[in-house]
Structures are given as C-alpha cells and as structure tokens.
C-alpha cells in the first residue's frame, strides 16, 4: 500500500505511449483509481505524476489500470551482492523482506552466487530502502553490483526497433523489387504472390506487433490511438493482399485484374518504426542534461576512518563522515570544509565558469570539481539529500509537468484519432461509389492514406519536447524551473519587481567611506573597531570586519557602553571615545571639525554616517551601508532592455531608497514597506493589469513571491523563499531574471512553432490523402514527376504517407532540440 500525505506524488514510467492520445488515456485510466487526486501524463518523459489523496492507494491498482489501458509500467532492475546468507531458507527470507518494500515487483535470490535480482518502479522503490529491508530481516548488503535498466529508452528497446525496421524495409524493397523490375517474377518459379505474402507476414505480425498490442489496449476501454491508425490501415492492405493471393481470377474479384499491396504494409511499418527509433533517439538527447547532471556524481569517496583513508561506495557515505578530496577529484557529497583550502569549479550547479576559493567553512556541493589544492569536508548532506539531487529531483518535476497551453492540443487530440478514422471511413465509401476504376482500389488505398498520414505523435509531443529541453537548459545555467506552467508564464511578464536588501543588495552592510578630521584612517578604524567588537550590532560588526580585512590590530577598551538610539562609547588609550550619531556628538558638545555636511551627503547616498568623537572633537566620519551587488546595475539594465518595468521594493526611507534607485536606474520605487504588505503591493500592480515576477530571498519574501504571476528566489537565500518561488537562481545573480524569461520566450516560441507544424501538417496533408486533389487531375493528367506522389488521378501513395508521418514527430522534436544552443548572457 502507498500511503500518502496530501501533497505526495508518484512518478510512474509509462511504456507504450506513442501520441497524445495515449497521454490522456493513461491519465484517464489512473484517474480513475480511487485514492488519486491528480494526474499529469508526459509522453516526452514518458512519465505519469500521480498526485495521491491522504489515504491508502494500492500501488498495483495504479499498474494494473495502466496494463488494462493497453500499456505498460518502465521498471528497472537491480543486482544486490547480500551477505550472511547460508542456506535455502535464507534465500526466502530475503525474497520475502524485499518484496514487502513498497514499488517491488519482484525479487529473485541465487543463495550460490549470493546476488539478489529485484524488479522494481523507479521513483517509487529506492536502493535505500531495499538495504534497510534486507538488513532489517538479519542479513547485509554488500554492494549494488549493476542497474539494468528497462524502459522505453534503453539501448536495447532501441536495437529492437533498429532491427526491426531495418527488417521490414529491407523485405518491403524486396517486394518491390519482384513487383516492379521487369523480369524478377520468372526467378520464382511458384505463384509470385505467395512468396510476398510470405515475406510481408511475419513483417506484419512480428514488426508491428507492438501496434496491434497498443491498439487492443485501447478498443478494450472504448478508445483510439494512433497505434489504432497503423494497425487499422496496414492490416487493411494485408488483408486485402491476402485476399487477392488466395482468391484472385474467382468470382470474388469478378474476374477483374487485381494487385497485392504487401510492399504498402511492410514500407509502411517499416517507416513508422523508423520514426519511433528517430524519435526515441531525439528523446534521449533531449533528457541529456538529466543525464549529464546525475553521470556527474562520483561513485566512491574516500573517508577517513581511524586516522586511516578509506575509499567506500558513495551510497555508504553517512552525514557526520569526514571525506577527503584530492586535486581534480569530484566532491562526492554536499558538506563543510573542516582543514584545507581550494578553489572548486561549480559550473555544473551554477552555470559559472569561475572557480570559487573554499576554506575551512566554506560549504561545498556534490558533482563540483576540485581543482586545485585538497581540503577535507564534513558530509552535512547524502543521497536524495543532496543539491545536485535536490535540482535533478525538480527538473524531473518540471519536465512531468504540464504546460497551460498543451491542454488545446490534448483537447484536440481527444478527439482527433477517432475523427481520423471517421474520415478514412468516408473517404473510402465516397470513392467506392465515385472513384476512377477499379474505385474499390483507391477506395482502399486513399483509406490508407488518410489512416497513416494522421500524426497524434506530433501534437502530443509539440509542448512536452520544448519544456523538457527548456528546464534542462535552465537547470544548466543554474535557473531551476519548478513547474511547465511556470516556464509559460514567466514570458508574459511585463514588471519585475525586485526586493531591495539580499536581492539588489549583499544584504550585510559594510564599511563603504571613512572620511578624516582628527585622525587619520587607518587609525579610526582601529579605534572604532576595537570598541564595536563589545558590541552586537550588526553596523558595529560590519566596522570589525572591515579591520580585521586590514589586518588591524585592536586594542583593549574600558567602560563599554551601548546607548540605544545613539551609538556607544567606551575608553580607548585612556581617553573617551564616542561612535554614533549627530544626536550623540551634540550631547557630548564635541566640536564637529566641518563634517556635518560631509555626513549629510552620505546619508543622501542612503549610507549610515557613524561620527567618531575623541578629546572634545569628532576626529572622524565611518559611514556603513548594505552595498549593491556588482552585478545588480547591468543586471536591471538588461531587463530593461527587455522591455520589463523594474520596480524596486524596499522598507527604507524614501530618501535612502531613491539614493539607491538613481543608482540603479529602475523605473519605480515603492519604500518605506512593511514585511507583510510586500504581497499587497504586488497585488496592486497586477490590479493595473500587468504580469508581475517577484524577486526575493528572505522568509519575509515568500507571500510575495506566492502572489506574483512567477516567483523568482535567489539560491543564496532562505529554503522558506525558494519553496514558494517558481524559479530559483542557483547562483546569487540577478542576471539570472533576465536569462530566465529570455528562456521561457525561446521555450514559447519554439512551443509555438512545434504546434503550428503539427495541425498545419495534418491540416494540410489528410485532405490530399483523402484525395480532394482528384477533380484536378481526374483526367490522368498528373505530371510525370509527380505520379510517384499521387498516382495517375491525383491520390497520394501510402508508402509515402507513412514516410510523412514519421517525419512529422521526428521535426517537432528535432525544432525543439534547438533550445541546447539558447546562449546564456552573463553578466
């Protein structure tokens, strides 16, 4: 039993989905399951998100309506090395504690090679979860020896298809081969047409057994797809053959002269599979950055145990563990450096080619390559628990999403297959009873035509295939899309609004200005620093940082003391001195020394001028502020030159927010904003009606970022801010807004393409199947370089139909692996 919470989801390979009609019947056929609440079926990923109700589900109910829709459930296998096991009885307790884990289908122990065979649903069952029940019945896992993997992508189902269309066109250019070069009949020296039948028959059923397969499936639940269409329409030609081979020269056929149309099944069978092995290939590029993402985590870590290395599998990593990595190694886990410093290359989890300087401290992140020295971590974070798992995990999500505008094309494609066969059907009574003679030879074969030229494939793929490529180009670059929706919806924005502090700033306030009077630099700083060490400001501790950044050395103070709306004072070198502000100089009466202009014209900057008294006299000015970050200013640049409307939001004055506004350049400033009205600003701004993307980082951000069209977090800030964010910046770079969006419109345009070739192909190409161009040409008049198209009268050669049909999916996606060459602009 799968016992769920209310927002658990499962994901579910699919096996057998060949076009948009499938998606909605797997859907509907889960749906149906009592327990489920939602279903999104992808037929690029070839996945079915099942989102459960608080409740038990039996997870076999889910498979078993998926097998009774006609298609099938992708599992994996996996090789366990188990120990401890002696004897027969032990292979059945193994049996038995690996079967009760929850997305076992089955677990076969050989006791002498000491291996356990399991079956199981990715993305329901878990290694981790196999281990624990082995372990828990009293024996041990030793090692996972291999995967194999199979699914609809795996090599060996592609070979399969290889062979197989290989197969059958090889037999069909036999076929033509006797039918249409002069002198080929006399090298058999039997009736020619019971070799073709021969030939055309295990084509028919061995290499097109998976249509007849899927179209059973369907017509069990009262539905149609297009494996419906290709076995409906070969099995038309075949059989016609058939009947030709057995009964041609009787009464059936009233002595007409008739043809065989076994070449038209096998080519066609042959050219469909030839697009589903294209299309499956163009599949798999297309989930290449899923790949290239998880074939980056390093299998073995090397940790220290009892003062000694030891090189482990990377599943025995365990957080707390202490893991060394050497130069060029990959860090195996995400953790804290204890000892050591390096640089590590983090472009894989940001999308920045720069090294980054790690000391001890420094977070590191699993799959990042250490480049230069060594360093020893603690794994704070293993398995599902990593970033890089964290980001594969929300990819998938993305890529098993379901975009707003796909749901015109499955409306369509609902309806689609079975007007597609109401067409044929039409098609063939018309020119039976009009068509050129013998009508009921164009009557079958315009039938054909119309049956195999329809392409559901295209359709259902057009918006799957572009999000796919999409969310995988973005997880790339370091901008991790939660949702198809959301890629849709970020290329209809027209404001970003951007959150001051954290976002537009490093959100920790610095030491940007020392002015001096009394005193030189280097000597305030030393003072004001060695008296703000006692203090728990955070402008006070931005004044320490910047000294021990210049290695100052402080000295001791006396007589330490915060005042509250002031500042503090404190005796330094046997002598009072005062940090704070003007109110505070005024009450000591200490003598200004000509710089309250100075500090006027900081606080017009939106700096925090701090006036350093000593000896009757300010001595000095130490002005901190919350500095931008170095990007911020051609990162809003670049939305503008988007077309968006930045608006920053901020709690600061007014005066402090348009300091930083003219810096800035952004088209508006709303300040002075409390925490919890940054939601009812957004708000307002949609009231003008204009699409809003909100960016932020803190927990205060995230009504915010839930009200607004896109919520777009910053990777540096809070998990609160990134789980109610539709996008997320890995790398704390505002450029990132601009990237996005820019994505989400290549996405939409692409999205766009694909579905306008999709109806424009069928649009246009089933009417000239059906044979509307026959009126022009019903005089035989059809040009000669065209008559291998259309024939004599006009109507379009099957063969050929099929050949259309399966360049019509492998275009969609092949437009939509286009978006691998979407350049990222950086800053």
Aim: charged share 20%; net charge negative; proline share 3%.
């Amino acid at each position: 039993m799968v016992t769920s919470t209310d927002d658990q989801k499962l994901t579910i390979p699919i096996k057998g989905m060949t076009c948009a009609s499938c998606v909605s019947h797997v859907a509907g056929a889960l749906e149906e399951v009592p327990g489920v609440d939602e279903v999104n079926v992808n037929l690029a990923t070839e996945k079915a998100t099942v989102g459960l109700l608080k409740n038990e589900v039996d997870l076999d109910s889910l498979i078993d309506a998926v097998e009774d829709a006609g298609y099938g459930v992708g599992t994996e296998k996996v090789i366990l090395a188990v120990g401890n096991m002696t004897c027969a009885s032990c292979v059945g307790h193994v049996e038995k504690a690996l079967a009760s884990v929850q997305g076992v289908r089955s677990a076969n122990v050989n006791l002498a090679t000491e291996r356990a065979t399991i079956e199981y649903v990715p993305g329901v069952a878990g290694i981790s979860a196999m281990r624990h029940a082995v372990e828990d019945s009293g024996y041990t896992v030793i090692t996972v020896v291999g995967d194999e993997h199979d699914d609809a992508a795996t090599p060996k189902d592609a070979l399969v298809l290889r062979s197989k269309f290989t197969a059958s066109l090889v037999v069909a250019g036999v076929i033509m081969a006797f039918m249409f070069i002069p002198g080929a009949m006399r090298l058999v020296p039997f009736e020619l047409n019971y070799l073709l039948l021969a030939l055309a028959t295990p084509i028919q059923f061995w290499a097109g057994r998976q249509f007849y397969r899927g179209a059973w499936g369907a017509l069990k639940h009262g539905t149609s797809n297009m494996n419906t269409l290709i076995a409906v329409g070969t099995s038309v030609a075949f059989f016609y053959s058939v009947a030709v081979t057995l009964f041609a020269g009787t009464s059936f056929f009233q002595g007409q002269d008739v043809e065989t149309f076994f070449d038209t099944s096998t080519a066609i069978i042959g050219l469909v599979l030839l697009g589903k092995y294209l299309e499956a290939r163009a599949k798999s590029r297309a989930s290449n950055a899923i790949k290239s993402l998880m074939g980056m985590q390093p299998k073995t870590a090397r940790v220290i145990r009892d003062g000694a290395d030891v090189e482990i599998s990377i599943e025995d990593l365990e957080v707390g563990d202490l893991v060394l990595v050497r130069p060029g190694e990959r860090v195996p886990v995400d953790g804290v450096i204890t000892e050591g410093s390096s640089t590590v290359d983090e472009s894989m989890l940001t999308g920045e080619s720069l090294p980054v300087e790690k000391t001890a401290g420094s977070e590191v992140f699993g799959a990042t390559v250490n480049t230069t020295g060594s360093f020893t971590f603690q794994a704070k974070s293993v398995g599902r628990d990593t970033m890089l798992s964290q980001i594969v995990r929300l990819v998938e999500e993305a890529q098993g999403s379901k975009a707003p505008i796909q749901r015109t094309a499955d409306l369509i494609a609902a309806y689609f297959v079975p007007a597609v066969i109401g067409v044929a059907a039409l098609t063939f009574a018309v020119w039976l009873a009009l068509g050129p003679s013998p009508s009921y030879v164009h009557a079958i074969l315009t039938a054909v035509a119309v049956l195999i030229i329809a392409c559901p494939c295209a359709m259902g793929l057009a918006t799957p295939a572009a999000i796919m490529v999409g969310t995988g180009k973005g997880a790339e670059s370091g901008i991790l899309i939660r949702s198809a929706a959301a890629l849709e919806r970020a290329h209809k924005v027209q404001v970003v609004v951007l959150d001051k502090t954290g976002t537009l700033t490093v959100g920790k306030p610095s030491v940007t200005d020392i002015v001096e009077g009394g005193m030189n630099e280097t000597e305030l700083l030393t003072l004001a620093a060695s008296v703000e060490r006692s203090s728990e400001h955070p402008l006070g501790q931005a004044i320490v940082d910047a000294a021990r950044e210049r290695q100052l050395q402080l000295v001791d103070v006396r007589d330490f003391n915060a005042l509250p709306g002031f500042g503090v004072k404190a005796e330094v070198n046997g002598a009072t001195l005062s940090l704070g502000n003007l109110a505070l100089m005024q009450q000591d009466g200490l003598h200004l020394n000509g710089l309250e202009a100075k500090a006027q014209e900081l606080s017009s900057q939106g700096k925090t001028a701090m006036f350093v008294g000593s000896k009757g006299e300010v001595q000095g000015i130490i002005a901190v502020a919350d500095t931008l970050r170095p990007e911020s200013r051609n990162a809003v640049k670049a939305m503008r030159a988007q077309g968006l409307e930045v608006v920053m939001l901020t709690g600061d004055n007014e005066r402090t927010a348009n300091a930083i506004a003219a810096l800035l350049d952004v088209d508006r400033v709303v300040a002075e904003v409390l925490p919890g009205d940054k939601a009812e600003q957004i708000r307002a701004i949609q009231a003008e009606g204009k699409a809003v993307a909100m960016v932020g980082d803190g927990i205060n951000d995230a009504p915010a970022l839930a009200q607004a069209d896109v919520g777009i977090a910053i990777g540096t800030g809070t998990d609160v801010a990134m789980e109610a964010a539709d996008i997320t910046l890995v790398r704390a770079d505002l450029h990132g807004v601009s990237t996005a969006i820019s994505l989400s419109k290549a996405t939409m345009r692409t999205i766009k393409q694909n579905l306008f070739w999709a109806f424009a192909y069928n649009v246009a190409l089933i009417p000239i199947a059906a044979g509307v161009l026959f009126p022009l040409f019903s005089d035989g008049s059809v040009p000669t370089a065209l008559r291998p198209i259309l024939g004599e009268f006009g109507f379009l050669n099957p063969i050929l139909a099929a050949g259309a049909m399966a360049i019509s999916s492998v275009t969609v996606l092949t437009n939509s692996l286009r978006l691998r060459r979407f350049k990222v602009k950086s800053g």
